[in-house]
């Protein structure tokens, strides 16, 4: 059949505003400045009848050719099936259109070079599925003001401005698509896998982030959004969170990526949990001017740095495995006050904990072993409390430079356990009888002879003393 090319249209997209350093896209529809091709979907079916199948009893839409033009849909309720055809443009106009309406469907599509691909704009309980954007100047999907959207099992790649776009938009599901190799090859321009700007409620679940230029997955001003299952690979920064609150990254695979793993800044009560996040250049996960976030049973290994925080308060980093880290396994650092690192197995990297400039946090109950340099180096650091943890063949255990902390608890009587410091212990209460001296000058003065000794402290101490008598009479 030859190209349907219709001239006439009642909208057009003065200007969207892309760029990254603002918080917001802003979208202006106005009378077109200059004519496009436009076929028009209605309650009548097609503008053009050569363009596909109408069915107004189950309100279908079906194409039965490849499209060279933008298609506007001005009906509520209606799916329109692309049938795997074609929608080409010429690096200019919208694939598909869709100004306020609701409930409006699209699958089966194959949408390129136009400046969007699919642009739904103030539109409710929106669906997108099975559907291909590609070769776009603009984003392959961009959404905005809408409400209760699904994107489910589309492939969107080499968009110049994001695969998907998402601002204002609230109630989202975005399963099960591969978002890939989506790049701007303006030196002054980036693109990112998706894009969610003020837009809140969502569920990211089972997508795969492959080679996107800047981000694979960027939020910003976002709150209540779940972030699970999905895979991040080779893109610069796999996922990046910009003043979000509520965020909830859990079960993800986050590998091979160019810079940093998983990155908030200046987010509060996020919880990055269950991930593995390994063989990233730069750091595994890193937070930044961010406060009142959980870490917590993530496996952190082969990057650079395994989780970093600066300028970063009141955060909890809980029972991880931090292991084969280039330089440092966990870092504070830059002003980070009141953080907990609890119950963390942190082994074979460079230094095992690294504090700089870091002050009135707490370690406790970690596994610190055959760290490369140091299992703990404080640098400038003040009234921090390092106690009841392992320190287990570190080819330099600790150091403590220039600074003022603790490393007992007196009021529970315990320190740490060095495996190079076990004895002597004559009154047999599991504490070395000698204080373990610190590279700069602090001591332990209650060292612990045993690994987890501090878990003693709730067995009857007369069964305790004649545990440990009975363990040194068995040497």
């Not at 810079?259 to 908030?264: D, E, M, P, R, V």
Request: hydrophobic fraction near 30%; include cysteine; aromatic fraction near 10%.
């Amino acid at each position: 059949m030859d190209e349907i090319i219709i001239k006439n249209s009642n909208h057009l997209i003065e200007n969207i505003d892309n760029s990254l350093e603002l918080k917001e896209e802003k979208i202006i529809i106005t009378s077109l400045l200059e004519k496009s091709p436009v076929i028009f979907l209605n309650e009548k079916g097609w503008s053009d009848a050569s363009a596909g199948n109408w069915d107004p009893n189950t309100r279908t839409a079906t194409l039965i050719q490849d499209i060279h033009a933008t298609i506007e849909i001005d009906i509520d309720n209606v799916i329109l099936n692309g049938n795997n055809k074609k929608i080409e443009g010429s690096d200019i106009g919208i694939g598909i259109f869709v100004p306020h309406k609701n409930k409006v469907t699209l699958k089966n599509l194959d949408i390129s070079h136009f400046s969007y691909g699919i642009l739904y704009e103030r539109c409710d309980h929106t669906k997108i599925v099975n559907c291909k954007t590609n070769h776009n100047i603009g984003p392959g999907i961009l959404l905005f003001n809408c409400y209760n959207n699904k994107l489910n099992n589309n492939i969107s790649s080499y968009n110049s401005t994001n695969g998907f776009s998402l601002s204002n938009c609230h109630y989202n599901k975005i399963k099960n698509n591969i978002i890939e190799n989506n790049f701007n090859k303006n030196s002054d321009k980036s693109s990112n896998g998706i894009l969610l700007n003020s837009t809140h409620n969502t569920e990211l679940d089972n997508n795969k982030f492959i080679s996107n230029q800047k981000y694979g997955l960027l939020l910003r001003d976002c709150y209540n959004a779940d972030i699970k299952n999905n895979s991040f690979n080779n893109n610069t920064t796999a996922l990046k969170c910009d003043y979000c609150m509520d965020i909830y990254v859990n079960e993800n695979k986050v590998f091979n990526n160019l810079a940093n793993g998983i990155k908030l800044c200046y987010c509060n009560k996020c919880t990055i949990e269950d991930n593995k996040v390994y063989s990233n250049s730069y750091t595994g996960i890193q937070l930044n001017g961010s406060n009142s976030n959980e870490i917590e049973n993530n496996e952190v290994y082969n990057t650079n740095v395994g989780i970093e925080l600066y300028f970063s308060n009141s955060n909890t980093i809980l029972e991880n495995t931090i292991t084969d880290n280039k330089k440092h396994g966990i870092v504070l650092r830059d002003n980070s006050f009141h953080n907990d690192i609890i119950r963390n197995i942190i082994s074979k990297n460079h230094d095992g904990i690294y504090l700089s400039l870091a002050h009135y946090n707490k370690v406790y109950e970690n596994t610190i072993s055959y760290n490369i340099n140091y299992g703990i180096y404080i640098y400038t650091s003040s009234i921090n409390k390092i106690y009841n943890n392992n320190f287990i063949n570190n080819t330099k255990q600790a150091a403590d430079i220039l600074g003022n902390n603790s490393m007992n608890m007196y009021d529970y009587k315990c320190g740490n356990h060095w495996s190079d410091w076990t004895s002597p212990d004559d009154n047999y209460d599991c504490i070395a009888d000698k204080p373990y001296k610190i590279e700069g000058g602090n001591e332990d003065k209650l060292p612990w002879i045993m690994p987890n000794g501090w878990y003693y402290n709730s067995t009857p101490r007369t069964l305790w003393l004649y545990l440990n008598k009975l363990l040194n009479n068995l040497k």
